[in-house]
């Protein structure tokens, strides 16, 4: 997992908390696409997966610049709508 380049001022804050390494890479890959920088900050210990993690439901933070955390959140709820009520073919 990387961090989008980011080269302006301000606080990098939490935008999402993922419960596992797949949910992180999706949420991570929906605001990548819609242009927002984003930095994966894991608690899994590398080798141990959830074993270390002692952080309860979060294996990750999804981290957005502070400038961009209302874009990123309009992100998410869109994309996670869509999966809530998917479309029949």
């Known amino acids: 997992m990387t961090a989008t380049t980011y080269d ?3 606080d990098w804050v939490a935008a999402y908390k993922a419960p596992d390494q797949w949910r992180a890479e999706l949420v991570r890959s929906w605001l990548v696409e819609a242009g927002i920088p984003v930095f994966v900050h894991t608690y899994a210990v590398p080798g141990y997966n959830m074993l270390m ?3 309860g439901d979060c294996w990750a933070e999804l981290r957005v610049p502070a400038s961009s955390l209302a ?3 309009e992100v998410m709820r869109s994309f996670m709508a869509q999966e809530e009520s998917p479309t029949e073919e």
């Open 8 to 10: 302006g001022d301000g």
């Open 53 to 55: 993690a002692g952080t």
């Open 71 to 73: 874009a990123a959140q």
